[in-house]
């Protein structure tokens, strides 16, 4: 076997590299226009060239990603430590707004209460139990605190002052089966009384009992306290009706009422100790 067939392959790629060396050499011969041989030479070469430089740039990229991972981390770690102290900014001016709302609607309520003496308490202990039916509040005797004095917040009637303590009271809500408030149906004039119920207290509500029968009231309806009794001054909100149903008698109309006070969560409230 001659020298050519055993080095075949090796002559023919010695033959075109020399070739392509030529080539690239008469191709960067100046010109005034481009030869067939430089149009050639570009037509082969440029796409490798193109390649060569995306796998160049790409390398680059890489070792530049690399180099600078440091970098990246404490960036990383900056920009984390930055949005947990946004997300507590927002947490805190949500609650800031809450607060202002509150507050204005304590202030509220003190401009509608002017012709009354209030004392501000906040809740300190609830009997076991879902709901507010009774409460003990940090207000007592020593802040003028009486027996039977009502209890109200910014939304509306929450009870009167049960028990009196130096420094604390108990209340009881008015959705206590104990409890009953004289009221008007806003919208007719119908005179009739809520008063708690065993059952409905567990939903937090009461009921509306003694309502004429031809009396038009209709879900929805508004009740405020008529004045009447000696414990309510007149024009509290107590909350709104729900459903109207028959007394079981024939004679008289009752309503479920929704309380305008949620009664699961009440945490503060006004006290009014001089209604005359």
Not at 182 to 207: M, P, S
């Amino acid at each position: 076997m001659s020298f050519f067939e055993r080095n075949k392959s090796r002559v023919v790629l010695g033959i075109v590299s020399v070739l392509l060396v030529v080539v690239i050499a008469l191709s960067t011969i100046p010109s005034l226009k481009p030869n067939f041989v430089s149009n050639a030479v570009n037509f082969v070469i440029s796409p490798i060239q193109k390649g060569i430089s995306s796998v160049i740039n790409s390398v680059q990229n890489f070792f530049n990603v690399l180099f600078n991972m440091d970098e990246f981390q404490a960036e990383n770690e900056q920009l984390r430590q930055r949005v947990v102290f946004l997300e507590s900014e927002i947490r805190e001016t949500e609650e800031l707004k809450k607060e202002n709302s509150r507050l204005r609607s304590m202030l509220g309520m003190r401009e509608r209460m002017v012709e009354y003496e209030t004392e501000t308490a906040e809740v300190i202990a609830k009997d076991p139990g879902n709901w507010f039916v009774t409460f003990t509040v940090d207000k007592g005797s020593s802040s003028g605190v009486e027996l039977y004095d009502p209890v109200i917040t910014d939304k509306g009637l929450v009870g009167y002052v049960s028990e009196v303590n130096v420094n604390s009271s108990k209340v009881t809500s008015i959705i206590d089966s104990t409890t009953s408030v004289a009221a008007n149906v806003k919208r007719t004039g119908d005179a009739a009384v809520v008063e708690g119920d065993l059952k409905l207290q567990e939903q937090g509500r009461c009921r509306m009992v003694y309502v004429d029968k031809g009396s038009v009231i209709t879900a929805g309806d508004e009740l405020e306290t008529s004045g009447m009794g000696g414990i309510y001054p007149k024009g509290i909100y107590i909350g709104k009706v729900m459903e109207i149903t028959g007394d079981g008698t024939g004679l008289s109309q009752q309503a479920t009422i929704e309380p305008a006070v949620d009664f699961d969560s009440v945490s503060e409230v006004f006290i009014i100790i001089q209604i005359e």
